[in-house]
């Protein structure tokens, strides 16, 4: 919940920015999660990402997280918005071999921030990642779905039976 407050926060600098008409937003968190432990700025970024990356000209950002029970031990989070997607070469590697993303491989090149399309969405894509890998083990993982216009995706599993966060009594 306090992940899911920053987020908000964030969009309403947002909103100040480019209009409450221009960033829509909506959440979706279940009661039986809120009070989960993650670590900050995990889901606040992803929604930064498709408000320098995914807005349009002139259409309004449509953003919506949810965060769900993914079975017995995990959560889903999930960012989608509207906005103007990735071309299909931005998004090969993140789209192929099982849809894994492949952005988020620490064995893939690391991103260029001069790039006009996001050095910056790889960068902080790239950190989750790594965090969440570190937070909550290997069955954990990030990927992304996205297409040309169609606005982008961004998933995140988290294995909360391999959690450091995870205390026994």
Do not use: W
Not at 18 to 29: P, Y
Not at 57 to 63: T, V, Y
């Amino acid at each position: 919940s306090r992940e899911v407050a920053q987020t908000k926060r964030y969009l309403t600098f947002e909103k100040a920015r480019f209009g409450e008409d221009r960033v829509l937003a909506t959440f979706d968190v279940s009661e039986d999660v809120e009070d989960t432990l993650v670590p900050a700025f995990v889901i606040q970024p992803i929604v930064e990402n498709a408000v320098r990356h995914g807005m349009g000209d002139g259409d309004a950002l449509q953003i919506d997280v949810t965060v769900h029970q993914d079975g017995d031990d995990a959560i889903l989070i999930a960012v989608a918005d509207n906005g103007v997607g990735m071309e299909q070469s931005q998004c090969r590697a993140i789209l192929s071999h099982d849809h894994a993303a492949r952005l988020f491989d620490e064995r893939s090149a690391r991103p260029d921030a001069s790039s006009p399309q996001g050095g910056g969405a790889g960068v902080a894509m790239h950190n989750i990642s790594e965090r969440i890998h570190r937070f909550y083990g290997p069955h954990s993982y990030t990927r992304v779905e996205s297409a040309p216009g169609k606005g982008t995706k961004v998933l995140l599993h988290l294995d909360l039976s391999e959690s450091i966060f995870d205390i026994q009594e």
